[in-house]
């Protein structure tokens, strides 16, 4: 059984940085993507950034370029999504989640078939 578990999240001020994790289970990490997505209050699901297992090239949305890094411990299996220069709009639940291949612009599901069930992450003064 696939499995996606999320931690992580707090409250941090504007600025701040945070690491998230997702530890996987339930399959191996070496052929598929693995993606990180997050819904604010009040609004759809975004794609965030993507890894792919096997080759490790990345994608971010232009909003997290250069703030966000998205990374994958095979030998853990876990990605992580280390997230810096904070902003108050990247409140949101954060959700990491596996497919066979990645669509960040592509909502509702943006091409991956099981997720997790989210960690919030809140920046506020």
């Known amino acids: 059984q696939v499995q996606l578990v999320e931690s992580g999240g707090g409250l941090v001020q504007p600025g701040g940085s945070l690491r998230l994790s997702c530890a996987t289970s339930?399959?191996?990490?070496?052929?598929?993507?693995i993606g990180w997505f997050r819904q604010a209050p009040g609004k759809e699901r975004e794609g965030v950034s993507c890894?792919?297992?096997?080759?490790?090239?990345?994608y971010y949305a232009d909003s997290v370029k250069g703030r966000f890094t998205i990374s994958r411990d095979n030998a853990k299996n876990t990605v992580y999504l280390q997230m810096n220069s904070l902003k108050p709009e990247d409140t949101a639940v954060y959700y990491c989640a596996i497919g066979a291949f990645c669509g960040l612009s592509y909502s509702p599901n943006f091409g991956m078939d099981y997720w997790g069930k989210g960690t919030l992450v809140t920046v506020s003064s």
């Open positions: 890894i792919s297992s096997s080759d490790g090239i990345t």
């Open positions: 339930g399959f191996t990490l070496h052929y598929y993507y």
